[in-house]
Protein backbone atom coordinates (compact mmCIF):
# COMPACT_ATOMS: atom_id res chain seq x y z
CA UNK A 1 0.00 0.00 0.00
CA UNK A 2 1.81 3.61 -1.02
CA UNK A 3 2.27 5.81 1.68
CA UNK A 4 1.11 9.34 1.07
CA UNK A 5 3.72 11.95 3.16
CA UNK A 6 2.42 14.67 5.25
CA UNK A 7 1.72 18.06 3.05
CA UNK A 8 4.95 20.17 4.53
CA UNK A 9 3.94 22.98 6.94
CA UNK A 10 1.60 25.69 4.84
CA UNK A 11 1.11 23.84 1.84
CA UNK A 12 -2.16 22.99 2.22
CA UNK A 13 -3.82 26.25 2.46
CA UNK A 14 -1.92 27.54 -0.32
CA UNK A 15 -4.31 25.20 -2.99
CA UNK A 16 -7.58 23.91 -3.60
CA UNK A 17 -10.68 26.51 -4.26
CA UNK A 18 -10.64 29.99 -1.80
CA UNK A 19 -11.87 29.21 1.46
CA UNK A 20 -12.69 32.03 3.93
CA UNK A 21 -9.54 33.41 6.22
CA UNK A 22 -7.77 32.92 2.67
CA UNK A 23 -5.90 36.13 1.34
CA UNK A 24 -6.49 37.21 -1.76
CA UNK A 25 -5.03 39.41 -4.39
CA UNK A 26 -7.58 41.16 -6.57
CA UNK A 27 -5.94 42.57 -10.06
CA UNK A 28 -8.19 45.01 -11.67
CA UNK A 29 -8.33 45.94 -15.64
CA UNK A 30 -5.50 48.30 -15.21
CA UNK A 31 -3.00 46.12 -13.23
CA UNK A 32 -4.10 47.93 -9.87
CA UNK A 33 -3.75 45.37 -7.57
CA UNK A 34 -5.88 45.01 -3.95
CA UNK A 35 -5.40 42.63 -1.00
CA UNK A 36 -8.77 41.04 0.95
CA UNK A 37 -9.09 37.98 3.11
CA UNK A 38 -12.42 36.60 2.07
CA UNK A 39 -14.94 36.54 4.72
CA UNK A 40 -18.68 35.22 4.38
CA UNK A 41 -20.85 38.12 4.01
CA UNK A 42 -17.39 40.05 3.28
CA UNK A 43 -17.69 42.97 0.84
CA UNK A 44 -14.88 44.58 -1.02
CA UNK A 45 -15.93 48.64 -1.86
CA UNK A 46 -14.12 50.76 -4.38
CA UNK A 47 -15.45 53.86 -5.57
CA UNK A 48 -16.27 51.43 -8.38
CA UNK A 49 -18.75 48.98 -7.09
CA UNK A 50 -18.67 45.87 -4.14
CA UNK A 51 -17.78 42.98 -4.78
CA UNK A 52 -19.00 40.30 -2.84
CA UNK A 53 -16.80 37.81 -0.96
CA UNK A 54 -19.22 35.20 -1.42
CA UNK A 55 -18.64 34.75 -5.21
CA UNK A 56 -15.08 34.30 -4.17
CA UNK A 57 -15.70 31.41 -1.65
CA UNK A 58 -15.20 28.13 -3.56
CA UNK A 59 -14.01 29.83 -7.10
CA UNK A 60 -10.90 28.01 -8.33
CA UNK A 61 -7.65 30.13 -8.39
CA UNK A 62 -7.20 32.23 -11.36
CA UNK A 63 -10.96 33.20 -11.87
CA UNK A 64 -12.56 36.17 -12.91
CA UNK A 65 -15.34 38.08 -10.96
CA UNK A 66 -17.31 40.76 -11.67
CA UNK A 67 -18.37 43.54 -8.73
CA UNK A 68 -21.38 45.25 -8.69
CA UNK A 69 -20.72 47.45 -11.88
CA UNK A 70 -19.08 44.98 -13.78
CA UNK A 71 -15.71 45.64 -13.16
CA UNK A 72 -13.68 42.51 -13.55
CA UNK A 73 -10.90 41.30 -10.99
CA UNK A 74 -8.46 38.49 -11.87
CA UNK A 75 -8.16 36.68 -8.16
CA UNK A 76 -5.25 34.88 -7.42
CA UNK A 77 -3.93 34.09 -3.33
CA UNK A 78 -0.53 36.03 -3.45
CA UNK A 79 3.10 34.40 -3.89
CA UNK A 80 5.80 34.88 -1.07
CA UNK A 81 6.97 37.29 -3.41
CA UNK A 82 3.63 39.60 -3.07
CA UNK A 83 4.05 38.94 0.26
CA UNK A 84 7.30 39.90 1.24
CA UNK A 85 6.35 43.52 -0.63
CA UNK A 86 3.52 44.23 1.50
CA UNK A 87 3.87 42.66 4.79
CA UNK A 88 4.43 45.16 7.59
CA UNK A 89 8.01 45.75 8.20
CA UNK A 90 10.16 47.82 10.44
CA UNK A 91 13.70 46.70 9.23
CA UNK A 92 14.67 46.82 5.09
CA UNK A 93 13.90 43.40 3.50
CA UNK A 94 15.73 41.10 1.45
CA UNK A 95 14.03 41.43 -1.66
CA UNK A 96 13.07 38.22 -3.36
CA UNK A 97 15.78 38.58 -5.96
CA UNK A 98 18.74 38.41 -3.57
CA UNK A 99 16.49 35.48 -1.48
CA UNK A 100 16.52 33.64 -4.62
CA UNK A 101 20.51 34.21 -4.84
CA UNK A 102 20.93 33.39 -0.91
CA UNK A 103 19.08 29.91 -1.64
CA UNK A 104 20.65 28.79 -4.59
CA UNK A 105 24.45 30.11 -3.92
CA UNK A 106 24.01 29.04 -0.06
CA UNK A 107 23.01 25.93 -0.54
CA UNK A 108 20.36 26.04 1.87
CA UNK A 109 18.97 22.34 1.52
CA UNK A 110 16.10 20.64 2.91
CA UNK A 111 16.57 19.22 6.36
CA UNK A 112 20.07 22.17 6.57
CA UNK A 113 20.87 22.98 10.03
CA UNK A 114 21.07 27.28 9.36
CA UNK A 115 21.57 29.83 11.13
CA UNK A 116 21.19 33.48 10.48
CA UNK A 117 21.20 37.20 11.67
CA UNK A 118 19.18 39.48 12.27
CA UNK A 119 15.64 38.88 11.79
CA UNK A 120 14.29 42.22 10.84
CA UNK A 121 11.06 41.96 9.02
CA UNK A 122 11.54 38.29 8.57
CA UNK A 123 11.60 38.14 5.02
CA UNK A 124 14.22 35.94 4.31
CA UNK A 125 13.57 33.77 7.35
CA UNK A 126 10.60 32.65 5.56
CA UNK A 127 12.60 31.74 2.29
CA UNK A 128 14.85 30.31 4.33
CA UNK A 129 12.39 28.12 6.00
CA UNK A 130 10.67 27.12 2.71
CA UNK A 131 14.22 25.52 2.07
CA UNK A 132 15.20 23.58 5.24
CA UNK A 133 11.55 22.62 5.31
CA UNK A 134 9.69 20.97 8.28
CA UNK A 135 12.85 18.39 8.73
CA UNK A 136 15.66 21.05 8.79
CA UNK A 137 16.40 23.95 11.16
CA UNK A 138 16.14 27.05 10.59
CA UNK A 139 17.54 29.01 14.19
CA UNK A 140 17.11 33.44 13.85
CA UNK A 141 19.08 35.82 15.88
CA UNK A 142 17.98 39.41 16.31
CA UNK A 143 19.04 41.92 18.95
CA UNK A 144 16.09 44.07 18.92
CA UNK A 145 13.13 42.43 20.30
CA UNK A 146 10.43 44.91 18.43
CA UNK A 147 12.11 43.84 15.02
CA UNK A 148 11.48 40.32 15.97
CA UNK A 149 8.47 40.65 17.29
CA UNK A 150 6.92 41.57 13.51
CA UNK A 151 8.73 39.08 12.07
CA UNK A 152 6.87 36.72 14.24
CA UNK A 153 3.73 38.20 13.19
CA UNK A 154 4.88 37.72 9.51
CA UNK A 155 6.12 34.72 8.88
CA UNK A 156 3.69 33.11 11.47
CA UNK A 157 1.07 34.58 9.03
CA UNK A 158 2.67 33.01 6.08
CA UNK A 159 3.04 29.78 7.29
CA UNK A 160 -0.54 29.77 9.11
CA UNK A 161 1.25 29.33 12.80
CA UNK A 162 4.78 28.27 13.63
CA UNK A 163 6.84 26.71 11.28
CA UNK A 164 8.14 23.70 13.32
CA UNK A 165 11.76 24.43 11.89
CA UNK A 166 12.02 28.20 13.46
CA UNK A 167 13.36 29.45 16.67
CA UNK A 168 14.65 33.25 17.09
CA UNK A 169 17.06 34.18 20.19
CA UNK A 170 17.12 38.00 21.18
CA UNK A 171 20.47 39.22 21.39
CA UNK A 172 23.66 39.79 19.83
CA UNK A 173 24.14 36.62 16.96
CA UNK A 174 28.07 36.95 18.10
CA UNK A 175 27.19 35.97 21.91
CA UNK A 176 24.03 34.28 21.37
CA UNK A 177 25.12 31.51 18.97
CA UNK A 178 28.42 30.91 20.65
CA UNK A 179 25.46 29.68 23.75
CA UNK A 180 23.32 27.61 21.82
CA UNK A 181 25.00 25.94 19.01
CA UNK A 182 27.79 23.31 19.70
CA UNK A 183 30.91 23.97 17.69
CA UNK A 184 31.00 22.83 14.12
CA UNK A 185 27.32 21.96 14.10
CA UNK A 186 25.71 24.55 11.51
CA UNK A 187 25.49 23.50 7.60
CA UNK A 188 25.34 27.29 6.51
CA UNK A 189 25.71 30.41 8.20
CA UNK A 190 23.46 33.76 6.20
CA UNK A 191 24.17 37.17 8.15
CA UNK A 192 22.22 40.42 6.74
CA UNK A 193 23.61 43.05 9.42
CA UNK A 194 25.66 45.96 9.71
CA UNK A 195 29.02 44.97 10.53
CA UNK A 196 29.16 40.77 9.21
CA UNK A 197 33.09 41.16 10.15
CA UNK A 198 32.42 41.66 13.80
CA UNK A 199 31.25 37.87 13.61
CA UNK A 200 33.89 35.85 11.88
CA UNK A 201 35.19 34.31 15.09
CA UNK A 202 31.93 33.30 16.13
CA UNK A 203 30.98 32.19 12.51
CA UNK A 204 33.65 29.75 12.40
CA UNK A 205 33.39 28.57 15.57
CA UNK A 206 29.97 26.51 15.03
CA UNK A 207 30.27 26.71 11.27
CA UNK A 208 31.12 23.00 9.98
CA UNK A 209 33.47 22.49 7.64
CA UNK A 210 32.46 22.42 4.26
CA UNK A 211 29.68 24.67 5.47
CA UNK A 212 28.80 27.79 3.56
CA UNK A 213 28.30 31.12 4.86
CA UNK A 214 26.48 33.80 3.24
CA UNK A 215 26.89 37.72 4.10
CA UNK A 216 24.26 40.84 2.54
CA UNK A 217 25.11 43.77 2.42
CA UNK A 218 24.51 46.90 1.34
CA UNK A 219 27.64 49.39 0.60
CA UNK A 220 30.70 48.52 -1.52
CA UNK A 221 32.87 49.54 1.95
CA UNK A 222 30.53 47.19 4.37
CA UNK A 223 31.80 44.11 1.36
CA UNK A 224 35.08 45.58 1.05
CA UNK A 225 35.61 44.95 5.10
CA UNK A 226 34.21 42.03 5.38
CA UNK A 227 35.88 40.11 2.38
CA UNK A 228 39.32 41.50 3.96
CA UNK A 229 38.28 40.11 7.75
CA UNK A 230 37.23 36.78 5.99
CA UNK A 231 40.29 36.66 4.16
CA UNK A 232 42.82 37.39 6.99
CA UNK A 233 41.46 35.02 9.63
CA UNK A 234 42.42 32.11 7.08
CA UNK A 235 39.71 29.83 7.66
CA UNK A 236 37.62 30.21 4.47
CA UNK A 237 37.91 29.76 0.45
CA UNK A 238 38.70 32.67 -1.18
CA UNK A 239 35.54 34.79 -0.59
CA UNK A 240 33.37 35.76 -4.10
CA UNK A 241 31.24 39.11 -3.98
CA UNK A 242 28.68 39.61 -6.20
CA UNK A 243 25.61 41.56 -7.17
CA UNK A 244 22.45 40.23 -8.68
CA UNK A 245 20.24 42.47 -11.13
CA UNK A 246 16.88 41.63 -12.63
CA UNK A 247 15.45 43.61 -15.31
CA UNK A 248 12.14 43.22 -16.48
CA UNK A 249 11.08 43.42 -20.17
CA UNK A 250 8.41 45.09 -21.72
CA UNK A 251 6.78 42.24 -24.61
CA UNK A 252 3.87 43.35 -26.37
CA UNK A 253 3.73 42.75 -30.11
CA UNK A 254 6.88 44.51 -32.01
CA UNK A 255 7.52 46.93 -28.87
CA UNK A 256 9.72 44.50 -27.20
CA UNK A 257 12.49 45.88 -24.88
CA UNK A 258 13.75 46.46 -21.52
CA UNK A 259 11.32 47.76 -18.77
CA UNK A 260 12.14 51.37 -18.20
CA UNK A 261 12.78 51.25 -14.77
CA UNK A 262 14.21 48.20 -12.32
CA UNK A 263 15.43 47.80 -8.99
CA UNK A 264 19.20 48.83 -9.58
CA UNK A 265 20.85 48.50 -6.22
CA UNK A 266 19.92 46.23 -2.86
CA UNK A 267 22.65 44.84 -1.68
CA UNK A 268 25.94 42.54 -2.48
CA UNK A 269 26.50 39.14 -1.80
CA UNK A 270 29.68 37.42 -0.30
CA UNK A 271 29.74 33.83 0.09
CA UNK A 272 33.07 31.77 1.81
CA UNK A 273 33.23 27.72 2.43
CA UNK A 274 34.81 27.10 6.34
CA UNK A 275 37.92 25.01 6.17
CA UNK A 276 39.17 22.15 7.75
CA UNK A 277 40.91 22.93 11.24
CA UNK A 278 44.58 23.43 10.12
CA UNK A 279 44.23 23.35 6.49
CA UNK A 280 45.73 26.36 4.39
CA UNK A 281 43.73 28.31 1.68
CA UNK A 282 44.34 28.80 -1.73
CA UNK A 283 44.40 32.68 -2.66
CA UNK A 284 42.55 33.84 -5.25
CA UNK A 285 44.52 33.72 -8.50
CA UNK A 286 44.71 37.29 -9.05
CA UNK A 287 44.93 38.63 -5.63
CA UNK A 288 46.44 42.02 -5.51
CA UNK A 289 49.82 41.99 -3.61
CA UNK A 290 49.62 42.73 0.26
CA UNK A 291 52.60 45.10 -0.03
CA UNK A 292 50.35 47.22 -2.72
CA UNK A 293 48.69 48.85 -0.55
CA UNK A 294 49.49 49.63 2.93
CA UNK A 295 47.49 48.93 6.34
CA UNK A 296 46.95 53.47 6.23
CA UNK A 297 45.63 52.66 2.93
CA UNK A 298 43.26 49.89 4.03
CA UNK A 299 42.20 51.94 7.10
CA UNK A 300 41.15 55.05 5.01
CA UNK A 301 39.02 52.98 2.82
CA UNK A 302 37.35 50.64 5.61
CA UNK A 303 38.01 53.30 8.66
CA UNK A 304 37.62 49.98 10.55
CA UNK A 305 39.47 51.91 13.86
CA UNK A 306 36.12 54.30 13.88
CA UNK A 307 32.86 53.16 15.01
CA UNK A 308 31.07 55.98 13.62
CA UNK A 309 31.93 55.49 10.73
CA UNK A 310 29.52 52.38 10.70
CA UNK A 311 26.44 53.71 12.11
CA UNK A 312 23.09 53.40 9.82
CA UNK A 313 23.22 57.48 9.04
CA UNK A 314 27.08 56.96 7.89
CA UNK A 315 25.68 54.33 5.59
CA UNK A 316 23.03 56.37 4.07
CA UNK A 317 20.21 54.43 6.39
CA UNK A 318 17.81 56.79 8.47
CA UNK A 319 16.56 55.03 12.02
CA UNK A 320 13.17 53.88 12.29
CA UNK A 321 10.88 55.49 14.77
CA UNK A 322 9.79 53.27 18.19
CA UNK A 323 6.01 54.82 16.63
CA UNK A 324 7.08 52.78 13.83
CA UNK A 325 8.29 49.80 14.39
CA UNK A 326 4.95 49.75 17.41
CA UNK A 327 2.44 50.31 14.74
CA UNK A 328 4.48 47.25 12.22
CA UNK A 329 4.61 44.89 14.93
CA UNK A 330 0.88 45.41 15.75
CA UNK A 331 -0.09 45.06 12.38
CA UNK A 332 2.24 41.66 11.59
CA UNK A 333 0.39 40.17 14.61
CA UNK A 334 -3.21 41.07 13.56
CA UNK A 335 -2.65 39.31 10.22
CA UNK A 336 -2.15 35.81 11.63
CA UNK A 337 -4.61 36.80 14.08
CA UNK A 338 -7.13 37.60 11.31
CA UNK A 339 -5.63 35.68 8.69
CA UNK A 340 -4.99 38.75 6.81
CA UNK A 341 -3.31 42.01 5.56
CA UNK A 342 -3.94 44.67 8.36
CA UNK A 343 -6.62 46.55 8.39
CA UNK A 344 -6.21 49.61 6.29
CA UNK A 345 -4.01 48.08 3.66
CA UNK A 346 -6.89 45.90 2.01
CA UNK A 347 -7.35 47.96 -0.57
CA UNK A 348 -3.74 48.98 -0.77
CA UNK A 349 -1.28 48.39 -3.54
CA UNK A 350 -0.18 45.21 -1.84
CA UNK A 351 1.87 43.62 -5.48
CA UNK A 352 2.75 46.96 -7.18
CA UNK A 353 5.78 48.08 -4.88
CA UNK A 354 8.90 47.30 -7.08
CA UNK A 355 11.50 49.34 -5.36
CA UNK A 356 13.20 49.54 -1.84
CA UNK A 357 11.29 51.18 0.95
CA UNK A 358 13.28 54.79 0.91
CA UNK A 359 11.37 55.73 3.66
CA UNK A 360 14.38 54.55 5.66
CA UNK A 361 13.96 51.10 7.11
CA UNK A 362 16.59 49.40 7.89
CA UNK A 363 17.73 48.97 11.52
CA UNK A 364 20.74 47.04 10.45
C1 LIG B 1 18.31 44.72 7.43
S1 LIG B 1 17.70 43.94 8.80
C2 LIG B 1 17.48 42.26 8.35
C3 LIG B 1 16.33 42.05 7.39
C4 LIG B 1 15.94 40.60 7.20
N1 LIG B 1 17.01 39.81 6.69
C5 LIG B 1 14.71 40.49 6.32
O1 LIG B 1 14.82 39.95 5.20
O2 LIG B 1 13.62 40.92 6.72
C6 LIG B 1 19.09 43.86 9.85
C7 LIG B 1 18.74 43.36 11.25
O3 LIG B 1 19.93 42.93 11.89
C8 LIG B 1 19.80 43.18 13.27
N2 LIG B 1 21.17 43.11 13.79
C9 LIG B 1 22.20 43.95 13.50
N3 LIG B 1 23.32 43.51 14.12
C10 LIG B 1 22.99 42.37 14.79
C11 LIG B 1 23.72 41.45 15.61
N4 LIG B 1 25.01 41.63 15.85
N5 LIG B 1 23.06 40.39 16.12
C12 LIG B 1 21.74 40.20 15.88
N6 LIG B 1 21.00 41.05 15.11
C13 LIG B 1 21.62 42.10 14.57
C14 LIG B 1 19.11 44.54 13.29
O4 LIG B 1 18.48 44.80 14.53
C15 LIG B 1 18.12 44.42 12.13
O5 LIG B 1 16.87 43.96 12.57
Not at 103 to 112: N, R, V
Not at 176 to 194: A, H, I, N, S, Y
Amino acid sequence: MSHTPAAPHGAESRRGPFRPGDRIQLTDEKRRINTITLTPGGEFHTHKGVLFHDDLIGLPEGSLVENTNEIRYQALRPLLKDFVLSMPRGATVVYPKDAGQIIAMGDIYPGARVVEAGVGSGALSMSLLRAVGDAGYLHSFERREEFAEIARGNVDTVFGGRHPAWQITIGDFQEQVLKTEEPGTVDRVVLDMLSPWECVDAVSTVLASGGVWVNYVATVTQMSRTVEAIRASGLYTEPESFETMVRGWHVDGLAVRPDHRMVAHTAFLITCRRLADGAVGIPGAKRVKEHSYSPEDLETWTRSQDPEAWSQEALGERPVSDKKLRRAAKDAKSMIQRGSLPAGTESADAGTLTEPSTEADTGN
